[in-house]
């Protein structure tokens, strides 16, 4: 769940003291003297790995063969079957597209996508998800909120299918206001799935559904190969949006998330390989995009995400942040490229948040050429986001890059990095930055190897390394 990062006294550090310099703790030996730090990253090299991620992102294709729902018999209060039916159908002849013709088709249930089934909506064609918290049952496997366990199913769900496909240029409403009011009820369910999770409870014993509230994301394929989503419109998720969980080669382009009511964040990869969101408009309540690996210790062992490629997208408002990496991080998130987007009306634009004791690690991450408008932080790096009470230690942060960005307003410190003291940041690399307005500079804490080039606030150069 988001959270907002703790500013504590950030904001003493005023334009001319930011200027002079910045609190450093962490930065020199025990007896104060200052460690000459290595030489810097060389951002160039971990950008010339980006050509060859992008060429193993291939999106599915499908035959050309159409499976029109009206010709499954629907119902003009409820479409659910027909839907089903026609991608059962379509599934069993090696598949095709399972077309959704213009109109409002009422679904009260889920939709279970099979292999090599294209979900294509026409101009005009809306899916409205009935607000039947019974219809989504039986429960399925998913990961909520960084943990395994068996819950209502996904407003759309795959599991473990190859080659498919959510596209058109129709609209997809999950009537997340009707999910809302279970946000107040859901603390006990999830003090259990947190308990089970520590105490190594297996993950068939962990069902829920029935008697708890723990929302149902809008589209979750999970353990799925070969993805594509393109062109949809999706409004009003009960919980996170896109939601591939454990997916291989997933392709996400030219969608666009209208706001749900909490928790609505607009696409969060967790612990997928070879990702591509490309060309999006994201308007969310909470996080924009959100990187995720899982929670310890139920993500302890198994993958991490990787190979994650956001480019030509515009955060265009978010409650919480813009472009993140966590909270779950447990098996790790690695090699994430964030380049020509747009990020504005947010708290964070650029956020890398950890839980303080549940450990995983963020390492070498690249950020380019991204123009944002208002946020609090231009870049906040902040492993102890959310505390807790496991021993894992702290979440490693490694080699951070940001270069060619520009901002208009940062109403915080436009650099928050608030470093563990039992494992400091480490290695971050900032280049041509220019924020036009800045009420501070910097807030950094515990962060070592820290190169700053070029950087430019308030019309004045800043000295950070």
Sequence with gaps: MAKRFPRRDALRFGLAAAICGVSRRGWGDPMGTRIPPPPPPDPDQGWAQLPSILAQIVPPTFPDRDFVITDYGTSASDVNPALNAAIRACNQAGGGRVVVPAGEWISKGPIHLLSNVNLYLEANATILFAFE???????????????????????????????????????????????????????????????????GVPVEQRVFGTGYHMRPTLFEPYACENILVQGITFWGSPFWTMHPTFCTNV???????????????????????????????FTTVDDNVSIKAGLNPDADGLPGCENIVIQNCNCLRSDWSGLTLGTDMGGGIRNVFIQNCSVTDCINAHFIKGHANFGGLVENVYIRSNQVGTCESLLALVPDSISGVETFGPPIYSNINMQDVTCVKSN??????????????????????????????????????????????????????
């Design 133 to 199: 918290p019974s219809a989504y049952l039986p429960v399925q496997l998913v990961r909520w909120q960084g943990i395994r366990c068996y819950n209502y199913s996904p407003l759309i769900y795959a599991y473990r299918q190859e080659n498919i496909a959510v596209t058109g240029s129709g609209l997809i409403n999950g009537s997340g206001y009707l999910w809302a009011p279970w946000a107040n009820k859901v603390t006990a369910s999830w003090a259990i799935l947190l308990e089970q999770a520590k105490e």
């Design 251 to 281: 392709t996400i382009q030219e969608v666009t998330v209208i706001p749900g009511e909490l928790n609505d964040d607009g696409c969060d990869p967790d612990s997928c390989l070879n990702v591509l969101i490309e060309g999006c408009n």
């Design 412 to 465: 915080g410190p436009v650099f928050f990095f608030d470093g563990n003291p039992r494992l400091p940041i480490d290695e971050v690399y900032l280049d041509n930055i220019d924020v036009q307005h800045a009420k501070s500079v910097a807030s950094i804490e515990n962060t070592t190897n820290l190169t700053a080039d070029d950087i430019v606030v308030n019309g004045n150069p800043v000295y950070l390394g």
